[in-house]
């Protein structure tokens, strides 16, 4: 069974202010990262605005990123949807596409399943399709959380492969490690302050929003870890830090956005109601940036 690992990040959907996918723009995206070095890349997901996107554009972002990517990187998709049976449409259309290595599913959203719905919800979804699923967890954006003894339920599922937690709480990061390190089961991070700590601990990398803008820096991170130059590993973390606190500089997500557009690569709007970034803020992003040696 595939094996997560690595830098992957979550790439932006590049869009023009109606909403139009910008296939150009997703293939510069594209380039960018995997030319910085990381091991797969993450489309569809909460910072690709999947919440926005018909079924049509979800298809093309899979298909434009699958045919340009042409093998040099794992691709991974999100199925994020709220309910169990659009979640599965969602992983059948990446399934259907082909060339997809795996699919991530957050929790859902708005409502509030308790554990036993969660576990029956991650079921139904791996038993709809042959693709390896990654359980993914973001307390603070769904209010739903997916307990350890949750996640050790579900790795003894054949196709669960691993979970995204991008709660910040260590202690629960490293309990999905602890209890699951027997399994065949990858724990990867989604805060990107805590990739050198998670690989300490034991986990084997991050779907990071941060390596959309640094890819060189995150999968430094990772890269340094492996060779086992850790102190380098920590040094990087402490340089990748500044990026993603200045995330908090305007509405998710569109500060990924301005950065790459910043950069010269052409990464468009963000769906509204988020609107562009205050010309303030944007000023500290572009020194947050310069600070970064990125421009």
Do not use: W
């Not at 562009?276 to 992003?285: D, F, H, I, P, V």
């Amino acid at each position: 069974m595939f094996k997560p690992k690595g830098i992957i990040p979550a790439l932006v959907t590049p869009m023009d202010r109606s909403g139009n996918l910008l296939e150009d723009g997703l293939r510069q995206v594209i380039d960018y990262t995997i030319e910085g070095g990381v091991h797969g890349v993450f489309v569809l997901g909460s910072t690709g605005e999947i919440y926005g996107l018909d079924k049509k554009q979800k298809q093309r972002v899979l298909e434009v990123t699958v045919d340009h990517v042409a093998g040099r990187v794992p691709v991974y998709a999100g199925a994020s949807e709220i309910t169990t049976k659009d979640c599965i449409q969602t992983a059948q259309l990446a399934e259907s596409v082909g060339g997809i290595s795996a699919v991530s599913v957050l929790t859902p959203y708005f409502i509030t399943p308790n554990q036993q719905e969660l576990a029956d919800h991650y079921r139904a979804i791996a038993a709809s399709t042959k693709l390896p699923i990654i359980l993914y967890g973001n307390d603070e954006k769904t209010n739903v959380s997916i307990s350890p003894d949750t996640a050790v339920e579900l790795a003894n599922v054949e196709n669960i492969v691993g979970i995204k937690d991008s709660s910040g709480d260590m202690t629960k990061l490293g309990e999905y490690i602890r209890r699951t390190r027997d399994k065949e089961f990858t724990v990867l991070v989604g805060r990107d302050t805590m990739i050198f700590a998670n690989l300490c601990y034991g986990g084997e990398g991050a779907i990071a929003s941060t390596a959309n803008v640094a890819p060189k820096i995150v999968s430094g991170i990772y890269d340094a870890y492996v060779a086992g130059e850790f102190e380098k590993a920590r040094e990087l973390q402490y340089k990748l830090a500044p990026l993603r606190l200045a995330f908090g500089l305007g509405s998710f997500p569109v500060v990924m956005k301005e950065a790459l557009n910043l950069l010269g690569i052409n990464a468009g709007e963000t769906l509204g109601p988020i609107n562009e970034m205050t010309s303030q803020n944007r000023e500290k992003l572009i020194q947050v940036l310069k600070q970064m040696e990125l421009i």
